[in-house]
Nanobody, 125 residues
């Protein structure tokens, strides 16, 4: 079995920062890439960022480029999402996900095989 556990969410004011963490209870060879997605009330689940496990190549949604940074610690089986200059529109439940298949598509939830429970991020104005 695989388990993904997110942490680090909370309530911050606009312009503030948060760092999310996701720890995966899976051997590293079973991970091709890890991604972050988010879902606001009444909205679809949207892609945020992804990183390949071996090479560390990153992909970002246009809405977060320059503000968010995805990183990883392979030894800890952990993926991070550093979120700076947060805006009210960033308010959502953030989910981490594991992608096993070695395709070049990272921005679709259909490419991912396992999902965490999510962590709430709320940005006040």
């Amino acid at each position: 079995q695989v388990q993904l556990v997110e942490s680090g969410g909370g309530l911050v004011q606009a312009g503030g920062s948060l760092r999310l963490s996701c720890t995966v209870s899976e051997r590293t060879f079973s991970i091709y890439a890890m991604g972050w997605f988010r879902q606001a009330p009444g909205k679809e689940r949207d892609f945020v960022a992804a990183i390949t496990w071996k090479g560390g190549s990153t992909t970002y949604a246009d809405s977060v480029k320059g503000r968010f940074t995805i990183s990883k610690d392979n030894a800890k089986n952990t993926v991070y999402l550093q979120m700076n200059n947060l805006k009210p529109e960033d308010t959502a439940v953030y989910y981490c996900a594991r992608k096993r298949g070695g395709s070049s598509t990272y921005n679709s939830g259909y490419e991912y095989d396992d999902w965490g429970q999510g962590t709430q991020v709320t940005v006040s104005s």
